[in-house]
C-alpha cells in the first residue's frame, strides 16, 4: 500500500521524535549559496571534511539518487540539569552519543514504512552524511536558523538534534519556514565568550570555544578562546543558554539524554590523570569521545591553569 506524509509523522512520533517534517527533494540554492561563501571565508577552521563535495550538501539527489521527499526529524534533548564549572561539559554530551539514539530510531521508522510498502527505500542521515540538517528542518517547516547559527522553534527553543531521512516516494511536504523569529536581538552576540558569531547568523569555527575544545587536534588552544574559556572543558552553549526562545525549553521524554553519571562536568584532576583505557570504558557511546583523551587533556591543563608549553 502507498505511505503518505501523515504516515511518516505517525511513525516518527511513535519512535519518539517531537516533530517530523516533510520536504521535496529538491536542491536547496540559497543554503548552497551561504555555504559556499562561508566555506570561502574560512570559517570551517581546521574541518577540513567540510570542503569535499560541497554540491552534495545542498542537493539530495547527489547522495541518494532515488530521493524524492526529505523526512526531518527533531528530537529535543533538554535535561533540567545546570552546567558546574570547572570543567563544564556542553549539553548536547551529557548522555548517550545523540548519533546512536536517533539513527536507532530512524532505523525502526524506516522499518515500520517498509511494513508498509515493501518498495520503499531510504537513506538516515544523522550528522554523518554530506547534507545540510538545519537548512532542511527549515525547508521542512519546523525552524529558523537563528543568528547563533542553530536551528530555533517556536515551541521547544533550540536545544533540538536534526535527523534527515531521504525517501524514494513522493510525499505531500509541508509549508517552509520562511519567517525570522530573531528580530532585533543580538543577545548570542553579545554574550560570546569569544566573539566567535563574528555577524548575525555568521560563526567563525576557529574563534569557536567549541570548535577549538572538540574538533581542534592542536597540542595548543588558540590565545583567544584559551583566555575565554569560562570553566569549558568540552563544547559550549553560551549562545543558547541566552537565546530568549529558549524560555520554552521543556524537559526531554528520552531518558538516555540525561546526564551520565549524573555529571554536567567532569574533574579535571581525574581527567589530567586518565590513562587511555580507562578513557575507552568511560565515555563508551558518549559524544565526548569525539574530542579524544588528548584533547580533553590539553583542554583540562588549560582549565587547570598550566598551559601545554608551560611543562618541563
Not at 241 to 261: A, I, K
Amino acid at each position: 500500500m502507498p505511505i503518505f506524509s501523515s504516515d511518516v509523522k505517525r511513525i516518527g512520533a511513535e519512535a519518539g521524535f517531537d516533530r517530523v517534517r516533510i520536504a521535496r527533494a529538491e536542491k536547496l540554492e540559497s543554503a548552497d549559496a551561504r555555504f559556499r561563501e562561508w566555506l570561502a571565508r574560512g570559517f570551517h577552521a581546521t574541518m577540513t571534511w567540510m570542503e569535499r563535495e560541497p554540491e552534495k550538501r545542498s542537493d539530495p539527489k547527489l547522495i541518494f539518487p532515488a530521493a524524492r521527499s526529505v523526512a526531518v526529524f527533531l528530537q529535543n534533548y533538554y535535561t533540567p540539569h545546570r552546567h558546574t564549572s570547572p570543567g563544564k561539559v556542553s549539553r548536547y554530551a551529557w548522555g548517550d552519543d545523540y548519533h546512536n539514539v536517533l539513527r536507532e530510531k530512524m532505523v525502526t521508522v524506516l522499518s515500520e514504512l517498509r511494513r508498509l510498502d515493501e518498495n520503499i527505500e531510504g537513506k538516515i542521515c544523522v550528522d554523518t552524511s554530506p547534507i545540510m540538517e538545519k537548512p532542511w528542518a527549515v525547508r521542512a517547516g519546523l525552524g529558523w536558523i537563528g543568528k547563533h547559527s542553530n536551528l530555533i522553534t517556536r515551541d521547544i527553543g533550540s536545544w533540538v538534534f536534526i535527523g534527515v531521512m531521504l525517501l524514494n516516494v513522493e510525499l505531500e511536504p509541508d509549508e517552509p519556514f520562511v519567517e525570522d523569529h530573531c528580530g532585533t536581538c543580538t543577545a548570542c552576540l553579545d554574550a560570546c565568550p569569544t566573539q566567535a558569531i563574528v555577524e548575525p547568523y555568521v560563526v567563525d569555527s576557529a574563534k569557536c570555544i567549541s570548535h577549538a575544545t572538540i574538533e581542534l587536534r592542536d597540542e595548543t588552544l588558540p590565545d583567544d578562546v584559551a583566555e575565554n574559556l569560562d570553566g569549558w572543558l568540552y563544547g559550549c552553549d553560551v549562545c543558547q543558554d541566552v537565546c530568549p526562545w529558549n524560555r520554552f525549553e521543556t524537559p526531554t521524554d528520552e531518558m538516555r539524554f540525561e546526564p551520565r553519571n549524573s555529571e554536567t562536568s567532569l574533574d579535571l584532576i581525574s581527567i589530567s590523570k586518565m590513562p587511555h583505557e580507562e578513557y575507552v570504558e568511560r565515555f563508551r557511546g558518549s559524544a565526548i569521545k569525539r574530542a579524544k583523551l588528548s584533547g580533553l587533556q590539553r583542554n583540562a591543563k588549560y582549565l587547570s591553569g598550566t598551559k601545554p608549553e608551560q611543562e618541563n
